[in-house]
């Protein structure tokens, strides 16, 4: 099996910065690509980041330029900084990770923006 754990979600002022981390671990033959998605109440889940293992990256367009996607490989680990965070932020944060056949969610870590 593939356990996914994500953290680094909190509550952070507008206009502040945060780093979500995400571990994948167990048995994983090879990692295609890793996402963010994020699900604010009330609405679907719709995704935030997304890089393949070659590298590629590809944004929502309301996180164009505030947010980025890294990842490393070899710890099997995705990252994403948060910058210039708004209120619209709001959400619950979810790393999937896509293996061959099948992509595995994590349970998710809340970031809020409030003052």
């Known amino acids: 099996q593939v356990q996914v754990v994500e953290s680094g979600g909190g509550l952070v002022q507008p206009g502040g910065s945060l780093r979500l981390s995400c571990v994948a671990s167990?048995?994983?033959?090879?990692?295609?690509?890793m996402g963010w998605y994020r699900q604010a109440p009330g609405k679907q889940r719709e995704l935030v980041a997304r890089?393949?293992?070659?590298?590629?990256?590809n944004y929502a367009d309301s996180v164009k330029g505030r947010f980025t996607i890294s990842s490393d490989n070899a710890k099997n680990t995705v990252y994403l900084q948060m910058n210039s965070l708004k209120p619209e932020d709001t959400a619950v944060y979810y790393c999937?990770?896509?293996?061959?056949?099948?992509?595995?969610w994590g349970q998710g870590t809340l970031v809020t923006v409030s003052s």
């Open positions: 999937k990770v896509e293996l061959t056949f099948v992509g595995v």
């Open positions: 890089i393949t293992s070659g590298g590629s990256t």
């Open positions: 167990g048995s994983i033959s090879r990692i295609n690509a």
